[in-house]
């Protein structure tokens, strides 16, 4: 028995361990490519990936794919987002009673759009000519995109934490990471971004998820601590 609890605290320090290095791997290459590509476009310089992922949704284009293309879009759109935000918070805070998630979900949905609002100004890039689809405002990096890589990331970080099933955990893991390239892919097929737009989105959102769910962590960490110190100075009666 004794070895077999053995056997199971390595495997599982073995699992945690990947997953820490990939986790960095992802954070660390985020940065990489975002500074890279953010300075291709400030310096106003174009990047062959462009016109190269435009080419290759061309090639693939037609009426039955555009429609569903469309209706990827779509759940990354802010007629989705926003109600679907607001039912996974009053989820948290009401039916799980879970506060501290109940404030990742406003911290990655809505700093995420705000950072992405920031980060168009300042990049000042114009969309695509010839769109598909109706679209306004700047174009890097694309806010469907970041956004989708933060809010879906956020579930995917639900799902790893609180789905006991490794099988399961696995496949909805994958779907949802299926799911957030997809939507990047549709921002490229309708013409509305560039897929350097899209590839800076996912960084950034990624970036930001991370970033945001480490400090929640480390703040719920420290109220804990901070709570269970003031209950073990409390008094007693018989003090």
Known sequence: MLRSAYKKIIAAFALFTVELILVWALFIASIVI?????????????????EAAFQFAQDISSPGFTRFIEFITFFASRQFLTP??????????????HKWYSLRVPVVALGSSTLNVVMKFFFDRDRPAAPLVEASGLS????????AASFYGLI?????????????????????????????FSRIYLRVHYATDVTAGFAAGFL?????LWV???????????????VLEEPTENS
């Open 84 to 97: 679907a935000a607001l039912l996974l918070l009053c989820y948290f805070l009401f039916v799980r009673k």
């Open 34 to 50: 975002f500074l890279y590509l953010s300075s291709e476009i400030r310096a106003g310089d174009e990047v062959g990936m462009d």
């Open 216 to 230: 929640l962590r480390r703040l719920e960490k420290l109220s804990k601590k901070e709570l269970n110190q003031a």
């Open 140 to 147: 890097f990096p694309s806010g469907h995109s970041m956004v």
């Open 156 to 184: 995917i970080y639900i799902v790893w934490k609180h789905v006991q099933s490794p099988v399961l955990r696995y496949i909805l893991t994958a779907l949802l990471v299926v799911f957030i390239l997809l939507i990047g």
């Open 208 to 212: 930001w998820v991370v970033i945001g």
